[in-house]
């Protein structure tokens, strides 16, 4: 059952859209195309939607992590709301006071400040949608791992903040 009156319906932002035609311009990406990156083969990377694509609405991405492949630990976000859809195995959650479960079809929301992190505990592969509004260059983010050893403590710091990645 609905709460909302039809006769009273919430106000829209603003058009961005203002030719008078409509245009083609949906981009359809199959599921069976492979993953964009694949870090230390226990995370696979698909860039769904990343930031150049949305014009920095959003980034979406799904995260496919290997059997106790990890994850990162508490940090908060000061640019960006960061949400999670569980697709398939369980994955650990923090939810700015406890680890919790997530299970399939379960939905973390995190604002921008929020405390949050994530991790595959399971002797099973998980499968998420990450989602990062406004988008953010998480690519380079992803991907910039594999370089962190060469990187002095102080650079690594910076890296990290310079990423909007904040360890707590």
């Known amino acids: 059952m609905s709460l909302w009156d039809p006769r009273n319906v919430p106000p829209y932002p603003p058009a961005r859209y203002t030719a008078d035609e409509p245009e083609v311009s949906a981009l359809l990406r199959p599921g069976t195309d492979?993953?964009?990156?694949?870090?230390?083969?226990?995370?696979?990377?698909?860039?769904?939607?990343?930031?150049?694509?949305?014009?920095?609405?959003?980034?979406?991405?799904?995260?496919?992590?290997?059997p106790n492949g990890g994850g990162p630990g508490p940090h908060f976000h000061r640019t960006m709301s960061e949400a999670f859809f569980v697709l398939s195995g369980t994955l650990r959650l923090y939810d700015g006071n406890n680890w919790i479960d997530g299970h399939p079809n379960d939905f973390l929301y995190v604002p921008p400040g929020g405390i949050h992190g994530f991790r595959n505990d399971a002797d099973a592969p998980v499968s998420?949608?990450?989602?990062?509004?406004?988008?953010?260059?998480?690519?380079?983010?992803?991907?910039?791992?594999?370089?962190?050893?060469?990187?002095?403590?102080?650079?690594?710091?910076?890296?990290f903040i310079k990423n909007d990645n904040h360890w707590v």
Do not use: C
């Not at 694949?38 to 991405?61: C, I, M, R, W």
């Not at 690519?139 to 690594?156: I, P």
């Open 34 to 66: 492979p993953p964009d990156y694949e870090s230390f083969a226990l995370v696979k990377y698909h860039y769904l939607a990343n930031q150049q694509a949305t014009d920095g609405d959003y980034g979406l991405y799904r995260v496919d992590i290997a």
């Open 128 to 159: 998420i949608l990450m989602l990062f509004a406004p988008g953010a260059p998480r690519e380079a983010y992803f991907e910039g791992f594999a370089q962190l050893a060469e990187l002095s403590d102080e650079e690594r710091s910076e890296w």
